[in-house]
């Protein structure tokens, strides 16, 4: 068995050992897939991802001011390309987001408004 199999197994295990203290994510994205000339509308399609995740926050000191960020560590589909999210609801709120890091295993995304 691979070093990689191994880890992954190990996520996975703690993904679903730590499932009770999740949030429940929906990726919402409007795609754009044509553009009618005649009749100056668009074609979308919508695509939607859920999935669970763990909410962090961290804060920091910039110039006397309390920085506060607030991040959704989910688990890595490959299948699935993140950056073309950029909304996610968590519990009925809808928050602006963007891929901090991404690895085999884990994508850790900033979360905005709400």
Excluded: H, W
Aim: hydrophobic share 35%.
């Amino acid at each position: 068995m691979s070093l990689k199999t191994k880890v992954k197994r190990s996520v996975d295990k703690a993904f679903e050992k730590l499932k009770d203290l999740s949030v429940s994510a929906t990726f919402d994205n409007r795609l754009v897939s044509d553009f009618d000339f005649g009749t100056g509308e668009t074609v979308q399609d919508e695509d939607s991802y859920s999935t669970f995740g763990f909410l962090g926050s961290s804060k920091r000191y910039a110039d006397g001011s309390v920085i506060t960020t607030v991040t959704l560590t989910i688990r890595n589909d490959p299948e699935i390309v993140f950056d073309r999210y950029s909304q996610v609801t968590i519990d009925d709120v809808t928050y602006n987001c963007s891929v901090v890091s991404r690895d085999a295993f884990i994508v850790v995304l900033s979360l905005s408004g709400g």
